[in-house]
């Protein structure tokens, strides 16, 4: 058995350097340039072609802001929302008013049971 540090690790015995012939040829590719609002520059590579369509935007890999083909105009940052509780919901939904008649009708419910002897 050999030891760790003596293998070669995915490759065959007898494998040869992988070339374009058993790889294919490499599509032409073009790398472009995105901007983020932060001013960072991203440079991913697209294949060239007659049929292929450039990504508008590209998300920034350093900030994770989008990012456009415009320097002087990249896309605003995507605004996400604060983590909101239940209670927050609820506020939304419903006034003080209607928390105060929904409270009474409960408590009123309840107070009939309890009468009921339950």
Not at 46 to 60: I, K, Q
Not at 64 to 92: I, Q
Not at 106 to 117: E, F, H, N, Q, Y
């Amino acid at each position: 058995m050999a030891s760790a540090g003596q293998a070669i690790r995915g490759s065959r015995v007898g494998a040869g350097p992988l070339g374009e012939a058993e790889r294919g040829d490499v599509a032409p590719r073009a790398q472009v340039s995105y901007w983020c609002a932060n001013g960072h520059e991203t440079r991913p590579s697209f294949a060239v072609g007659h049929d292929v369509e450039l990504p508008v935007s590209w998300d920034c890999p350093r900030c994770g802001y989008p990012a456009g083909l415009d320097p002087t105009a990249p896309p605003a940052p995507v605004r996400t929302e604060v983590y909101k509780t239940h209670l927050a919901y609820v506020k939304e939904r419903r006034s003080e008013e209607d928390g105060a008649a929904l409270l009474e009708e409960a408590l009123a419910t309840l107070r009939r049971r309890r009468g009921d002897g339950a």
